[in-house]
């Protein structure tokens, strides 16, 4: 190479730099100075974003756990479950229907709310729940909403994790469906927190 070359390429290489140095030396500790980046949003962005989305994922783990040790899921007959009459939900021989204990346990070691749903035809009916109605009351026989996201993803038999209206109330939330032995979808594990 010719030592006009050398020279182009070293003149551009000191350039360049030059203009990193200048760079990092003025654009040093972005969290100092005037014009500075606080981390006040960055810890909004995870309390909001990250932080529920890590508890839904822990608390479907739990429930679906809890599940898992009384035995494979399957509907069984029909119960009343607020004022309506839904196939009874089984994980083995426990009936889900109007049982309160596993998701009561589910909240209380990782918070939110857990519900367990039921297929009833086309719907989707809320059998088991520690989510309260405005009065109080568990929302018991609530549907799954059908305009939401979740409902189709569950009819494709696939699951859905993100925001949802649950009860009129916006949530961070988690679906996965229940399966029976043949694959079919019989019902819809729930997870959810109120979003901050």
Known sequence: MEIHVHMILGG??????????????????????????TPAP???????????????????????????????????????VGGK???ALCFGSTKMN?????????????????????KSGSEFVRLATNAR????????GVLLDPKGPAIERIRRGEAYYGESFVLDTACVAGYEPIRDASGS????????????
Request: net charge neutral; aromatic share 8%.
């Open 98 to 118: 109007n049982s309160f204990d596993l998701v009561d346990e589910v909240a209380k070691k990782a918070g939110g709310a857990a519900s367990l749903f039921a």
């Open 42 to 80: 960055f810890r909004q962005v995870y309390e909001s974003l990250m932080l529920p989305s890590e508890a839904v994922n822990r608390s479907m783990a739990a429930l679906i756990a809890g599940t898992e040790t009384l035995g494979p899921p399957r509907l069984v007959g029909r119960d009343p």
């Open 185 to 196: 979808v019989i019902g819809i594990y729930a997870t959810g927190y109120v979003k901050p």
């Open 133 to 140: 109605k405005n009065d109080g009351s568990r929302a018991l």
């Open 12 to 37: 551009a290489l000191s350039m360049f730099l030059g203009l990193v140095t200048f760079l990092i030396a003025a654009m040093d500790n972005p969290f100092r100075g005037e014009v500075s980046v």
């Open 85 to 87: 009459d839904v196939p």
